[in-house]
Structures are given as structure tokens and as C-alpha cells.
């Protein structure tokens, strides 16, 4: 279970290093460099998403009744 609380910083991690890569992009002037941004976007949301189904999931075990 603790591997679930720690996969979310890692799309964090992502999502910081391709938007390195988009204003790096930017800087030298190359082509596709929306492609970064877009993929960054997409890994920020999975943070989000991901730190909330680990928070329901925990929720959920918590109130489960003892046996």
C-alpha cells in the first residue's frame, strides 16, 4: 500500500521534466514543442487523480467493519 502513495510524485516528477523540456524547446526555437506541454498536462491530472482514488481507497478500508 505504500507503493500507492508514492506513484503519484512520480507523475509529478514527469510532468516537472517535460516542462523543462517545453521551455527549453522554446528557448532554442525548435518544432513540437506543445507535445511537452501537452504530456505534462496530462501527467499533472494523473497526480491529482491518482492521490484522490488513494485517498477514496484508504477512506474505503478505514470503514470497513473489524473482524
Do not use: H
Not at 507523475?11 to 516542462?19: H, R, T
Not at 523540456?21 to 532554442?28: A, C, S
Not at 507535445?35 to 487523480?49: D, E, N, P, R
Request: proline share 3%; hydrophobic share 55%.
Amino acid at each position: 500500500m505504500k507503493a500507492l502513495r508514492i506513484i503519484p510524485y512520480f507523475y509529478l516528477f514527469i510532468a516537472l521534466l517535460f516542462i523543462y523540456d517545453f521551455i527549453d524547446k522554446i528557448i532554442k526555437g525548435e518544432g513540437y514543442f506543445w507535445l511537452g506541454l501537452a504530456i505534462a498536462a496530462v501527467a499533472i491530472f494523473m497526480f491529482f487523480f491518482r492521490r484522490n482514488s488513494v485517498r477514496r481507497m484508504e477512506g474505503y478500508k478505514n470503514n470497513q467493519p473489524k473482524k
